[in-house]
């Protein structure tokens, strides 16, 4: 009988991807003399979706790269559309440091745009992983086989 191995589905990557992304994100704003002026604006939105994107992965390592961008995609526009709504509780969160860094704070078409790259960054980078993980997981040795002519009964 042959034993098969499935590669082990881990959040790790994703986790350690998604520091990362936050850590460039928090730079990004705290020290934006160190972008071009033209990628200044938008850098945060983009280094947001694919924070979004890792997060979702870490949250669920199983699910597809297809549903992992669709859900991300749905989450970000809700997002965005939502800084369109006039509720009082709403504003209370986004002025908070914690909920402008999530939510924002003014709707804008073109994050839509910036979101849409960050996703698919963010899915990019979820593929490498995957792979990197699937190839490491091929090159692990075979087990050995627990029956056969030179197995002591």
């Known amino acids: 009988m042959a034993i098969t191995e499935r590669p082990a ?3 790790l990557g994703p986790g350690v991807a998604f ?3 936050v850590f460039a994100g928090v730079v990004s704003r705290r020290v934006p003399d160190l972008l071009p002026a033209l990628l200044r604006k938008n850098t945060g939105d983009v280094l947001w979706a694919t924070a979004l994107a ?6 669920s390592p199983r699910a597809s790269i297809v549903r992992l961008a669709a ?10 559309f939502s800084k369109l709504c006039d509720a ?11 909920g402008r860094l999530l939510l924002g704070t003014t709707f804008s ?3 839509l745009l910036c979101y849409a790259i960050g996703i698919a960054l963010g899915v990019a980078i979820l593929a490498a992983i995957r792979r990197r ?7 692990r040795a075979p087990l050995p086989c627990l029956t056969g ?4 009964s």
């Open 88 to 98: 009082p509780w709403l504003h209370r969160i986004r002025w908070s440091v914690i």
């Open 149 to 152: 002519p030179d197995v002591p």
């Open 19 to 21: 520091l990362i992304v």
């Open 109 to 111: 078409c073109s994050n």
């Open 54 to 59: 890792l997060a979702c992965a870490f949250a």
């Open 133 to 139: 993980g699937a190839r490491n997981a091929n090159q």
């Open 9 to 11: 589905v881990t959040r």
């Open 71 to 80: 859900l991300c995609g749905i989450l970000s526009a809700a997002v965005e």
